[in-house]
């Protein structure tokens, strides 16, 4: 099987309420391709946790969202227009999280002080949840984060 | 715990009201001595984080404290998700149990369904955060 076994490209303005409801649509279609219900559940978390950091921060109404789903591994991926210091502050934070341990990692984002039911651990989560490999990309202004799942 | 408190949306023994947020509530109910903070549904909206974590840290935990209870339930197996702000909230109650004085902290037990995926594996930080004063308590 040649990569991507299926996939979902959808453009889609940032508005909260989209997020539960590809959630539960990317949960549904990973079933339906045959993925188990474990790794179908991780890949609604991640792109729940994608989309809530790109709708907070998207410097444009305009985000990209794909899924891609290959042997051995799931991508899902979510690309939004950043301003240099947001895209600035992204760079800090990938660092951050994909450095040492994953569970160390989400720990110190969970116990950073910072403004109330601000979690700011949304990618620390990924990456310990879902054992994810995380990389962000840029090009201009548009900023592209990349999650990939083992399946 | 084995059976769900009954939903009855009647005042407790802390005096709170019921919180609810998008699809997301949470409920202060009796049980015997002591009270559970249960939470149904799915949170995930904007204002889930931010309001869970005012209600659990700014309202649960200083009625706790001034009601002297020594342990509690929380009860998230009827949670279907909870988004990383509203993870964030729950450590920020335990963070502020662990400002006190240990002869002042009070104990809660966890009860959450390992057959909900981001409960299985997605709790377990929070007993990293409090070893000794939050005790995991999987549905049997």
């Known amino acids: 099987m040649s990569c991507p076994a299926a996939w979902i490209h959808i453009e889609l303005v940032p508005m909260w309420s989209h997020i539960k409801s590809l959630r539960h649509f990317v949960r549904d279609f990973c079933l339906g391709v045959g993925l188990p219900g474990v790794t179908a559940d991780q890949v609604a978390m991640t792109t729940s946790e994608l989309l809530e950091n790109a709708t907070k921060y998207a410097a444009a109404p305009h985000l ?3 899924l891609r789903i290959c042997d051995g591994h799931v991508e ?5 227009q ?3 210091r947001q895209r600035r502050t992204l760079r800090w934070f990938l660092e951050e999280v994909t450095r040492g341990d994953p569970l160390d990692a989400y720990l110190r984002c969970l116990e950073r002080q910072g403004d109330s039911g601000v979690s700011q651990s949304g990618l620390a989560r990924i990456r310990y949840e879902a054992g994810a490999t995380l990389s962000a990309t840029e090009q201009g202004d548009e900023v592209t984060v990349l999650a990939r799942l083992p399946r | 715990m084995s059976s769900k408190p009954p939903s009855t949306g009647a005042m407790n023994r802390l005096g709170l009201s019921p919180l ?4 997301l509530t949470v409920e202060v109910v009796d049980v015997g001595d002591s009270v559970a903070v249960v939470l149904r549904g799915d949170a995930d909206a904007r204002e889930a984080g931010p309001e869970l974590d005012a209600y659990l840290v700014g309202a649960v935990h200083p009625a706790v404290l001034q009601a002297g209870l020594r342990e509690l339930r929380l009860d998230v197996t009827g949670l279907e998700f909870l988004n990383s702000a509203g993870i964030k909230a ?10 006190q004085p240990p002869a002042q902290r009070y104990v809660i037990v966890l ?8 409960q299985g594996k997605g709790l377990k930080p929070l007993a990293c955060v409090a070893p000794s004063f939050l005790r995991l308590h999987p549905l049997s």
């Open chain 1, 64 to 66: 990209r969202y794909k």
């Open chain 1, 76 to 80: 899902v991926s979510v690309a939004n």
């Open chain 1, 82 to 84: 950043a301003s240099s």
């Open chain 2, 20 to 23: 609810k947020v998008g699809s």
């Open chain 2, 90 to 99: 729950l450590v920020n109650w335990l963070l502020a149990i662990k400002q």
């Open chain 2, 111 to 118: 009860d959450y369904d390992e057959g909900i995926t981001w």
